[in-house]
């Protein structure tokens, strides 16, 4: 009897043992499952559907009929930005004396409506630590939500930005819009930190027909000093407008960490009531803007590169 207790117990601690490493195994490959449709909802095939486009506030923009509501809809025609690439960046600020910066946040996502916006500081280019934000990264991701949630005319793919720290960490830093189409290749810059300044500058932008000598004007840019404000590159009060004209300038071989690349070269200017901001933008067809060469509002420069494209 003794025996068969002991021999009973056993049997219960080996059951017991067994479905903690059975709850082990089903919770590990519960994450997992989860991690992979989670890559599922940002890469699969999109259905390209049929369209006009419209000139709307200076962007050719796709138009679907009223029975096409696929969430994907402005992601089916993408041949550059398309779902699951994700494009990395290498970066650096230069200022009017010549320095070279990166720079550094403290912890907590970065949001126009929190004091945390202004939580970020240079640090010298050739000076990095663990927390140095040392590339950038962007991805269009699947779906229209919230944007569409808040405008129901909302009609751009998702771009999502992400902060790569000198320790590989990725940090979500916000999400914004593309326009991709035969017409054009429109995107708006990341808008965090110091890369808010980008909104007082021509966004990368390129219309077609991609000549030399083709140019056009953009002129929808209004902000507000609430959230655009800032003593490190232009204080001011109220609404100003922004004004940017573009043209393609060149055709020429760029010299990038993927090897050469031909591209269209792309001058603009925004201007607005004080002072204006300069870019020149290099284009490809098959990996987009490759080289941005920002003068900024306090003449101050950055150089965003594109170095990575993952598939």
Not at 26 to 39: E, Q, R
Not at 142 to 168: A, C, E, V
Request: glycine residues 6%; negative net charge; aromatic residues 14%.
């Amino acid at each position: 009897m003794i025996h068969q207790t002991k021999h009973h117990c056993r049997i219960i601690g080996e059951k017991i043992i067994s479905k903690k490493i059975t709850m082990k195994y089903l919770t590990i490959l519960a994450t997992l499952l989860l991690f992979l449709s989670g890559c599922k909802d940002d890469c699969f095939e999109v259905v390209e559907h049929e369209y006009d486009l419209a000139l709307e506030d200076g962007i050719y923009v796709e138009k679907f009929a009223q029975d096409v509501t696929d969430e994907n809809r402005y992601n089916g025609n993408n041949k550059i930005y398309e779902l699951c690439k994700k494009f990395i960046y290498d970066y650096y600020y230069e200022d009017t004396d010549g320095n070279q910066f990166l720079i550094e946040r403290e912890k907590g996502n970065i949001t126009l409506d929190d004091d945390e916006f202004q939580k970020w500081f240079f640090v010298p280019k050739d000076d990095q630590n663990k927390r140095t934000i040392v590339q950038l990264q962007t991805k269009v991701r699947s779906g229209l939500d919230p944007f569409i949630d808040n405008d129901p005319t909302y009609n751009q793919s998702i771009f999502k930005f992400y902060d790569i720290h000198k320790n590989g960490k990725s940090i979500e830093r916000g999400e914004t819009g593309l326009i991709e189409n035969e017409m054009n290749v429109w995107t708006h810059p990341s808008r965090h930190g110091l890369f808010a300044m980008l909104e007082f500058a021509p966004f990368p932008y390129i219309q077609a027909p991609y000549e030399i000598g083709n140019s056009w004007v953009w002129d929808y840019v209004n902000i507000n000093s609430d959230n655009w404000s800032d003593s490190r590159w232009l204080e001011f009060e109220g609404e100003i407008n922004i004004i940017s004209t573009y043209e393609i300038t060149d055709i020429k071989m760029v010299d990038t960490k993927l090897g050469e690349i031909e591209c269209y070269e792309i001058t603009g200017t925004a201007t607005n009531p004080y002072g204006e901001a300069k870019l020149v933008a290099y284009f490809n067809s098959e990996y987009g803007f490759v080289k941005l060469n920002y003068t900024n509002i306090n003449l101050s420069k950055m150089v965003i590169e594109l170095v990575e494209i993952e598939e």
